[in-house]
Each structure stands twice: as C-alpha cells, then as structure tokens.
C-alpha cells in the first residue's frame, strides 16, 4: 500500500502567475481533500473531490480550482498568484464520500510554496 | 460555530512527564474528532481519534478524553519522550461534510 505524495516538493512563483499542485491518493482511496497551511497555523480546509466531483468548498476564492481523475489523482490550480498565497499544501485522501460515514483522512508531505 | 480552539499554544515537559492539550468546538454537529502530529516539513500524521459515543480512547501512550456536555476534548501523552517533540493539532469533523477543521495547533517540547 502506497502512501500519499504530492509533487513537487517545492515551488516558487512570483505574483500574478498560475501554479498547478499534484497529489497522488493513497492506494484505494476515492476522495480527495486540499488545505492551506500557513507558517504556524493550522490546515485550512479549500475544497473537496469525490469520484471526480467537487464534494465542498471552504472560503477560498475562485482562482482557487481543483480537479480528480479516474485514477483519483488530483490537481490544485492557483490562478493569479498573490503574496498571501505562500503557504504549504496538503492534501489528504480517504475511502468513501459523504454517504458512508468514514472520516479519516491520510495528508501526504505538502508542496511548499512561495510566492514572491 | 465552526471554530476548534486549542491550548495551549505551546507546552513544555519533562521527559517522562505528562503532556496535556486542550480543544474546544460550538458546532454539535461535529462527530469526529481526530488529532493529528506534524514534524517540521511534513506534513500531518493521524495519531488517533475518537467518536462522541465514548469518552476515552487509549492508544500506548496517547489518550483522548472526551466531553460532549461541555464540548470539549483533550489530548494526554503519558511518558513523554523527546521524539514527541512536535506540533500536534486537534481537528474537528461531521459526516455529512468531510471538511476537517483544524485549531490552531501546539507546539510540544519534551527537555530531554
């Protein structure tokens, strides 16, 4: 069993550009969850893919967008980058949508990065 | 109503001692209860968890302790080693949503 990674490691990106995150889920999980951690505080919760399909969405603008393939990988895209973006992202995979009762989730390494 | 409040911001014990952290939510919808543990540059890793339906869950030296009337619920290392050292961050969930809110984590350093 595989667990969750996310690609890359490390980025660094200067306003105004865009910047796709990667996550692979950990083997047999359908559901994936994004989260923003800024430097001391605690995960924040951007939105959630279920079977393909956006499953909720935290108070993250628009330019924030997100997609799962068949194969339950997913992608974060950040549009229009701003400084208070800089930030590590997790993501977090776990079996089942919101029908089955199962919570846990599995956060992979996170992708720090920096926006300059 | 969606706030998980934690404390203390930062802890620090004596190796062998006992580590308590402490979290409080509003939103009784809440269900799942989970606590997780962060090194530096990685990222969080589930230490264990817990359902309203019972009040204490003990896994070796980790301990939750749970209390529905007052909305609250607590983190007890036993032992404490300098390997604990880390960010530990309670978290707070329901079913119907699957959306984790996180408080705003404790930084613990066992003195070896």
């Known amino acids: 069993e595989t667990g969750v990674t996310q690609s890359p490691t490390h980025l660094i990106k200067t306003r105004g550009q865009q910047v796709t995150l990667r996550c692979s889920s950990q083997?047999?999980?359908?559901?994936v969850s994004w989260y923003q951690q800024a430097l001391g505080q605690g995960p924040q919760f951007i939105f959630q893919?279920?079977?393909?399909?956006?499953?909720g969405r935290g108070n993250f603008p628009p330019r924030f967008s997100g997609l799962q393939f068949p194969n339950y990988s997913s992608e974060l895209n950040v549009n229009a980058l701003e400084l208070d973006d800089s930030a590590l992202y997790l993501c977090?995979?776990?079996?089942?949508?919101?029908?089955?009762?199962?919570?846990?989730?599995?956060f992979g390494p996170g992708t720090r990065l920096t926006v300059l | 109503q969606q706030q998980v409040k934690q404390s203390p911001q930062s802890l620090i014990v004596q190796k062998g001692g006992i580590s308590i952290i402490n979290c409080a939510y509003e939103?009784?919808?809440?269900?799942?209860f989970p606590w997780y543990q962060q090194f530096p540059g990685k990222g969080p890793a589930l230490l264990i968890a817990?359902?309203?339906?019972?009040s204490e869950k003990k896994e070796g030296r980790f301990t939750i302790s749970f209390n529905k009337s007052a909305k609250q619920f607590s983190l007890h290392i036993m032992d404490s080693q300098p390997g604990d050292s880390a960010t530990y961050f309670c978290?707070?969930?329901?079913?119907?949503?699957?959306?984790?809110?996180f408080g705003t984590g404790t930084r613990l350093k066992v003195l070896a």
């Open positions: 939103n009784t919808a809440f269900d799942y």
């Open positions: 977090a995979s776990s079996l089942g949508g919101s029908r089955t009762g199962v919570n846990e989730q599995f």
């Open positions: 978290a707070a969930s329901n079913s119907g949503t699957y959306k984790y809110i």
């Open positions: 893919y279920y079977r393909e399909e956006e499953n």
């Open positions: 817990i359902r309203p339906d019972v």
């Open positions: 083997s047999g999980h359908n559901t």
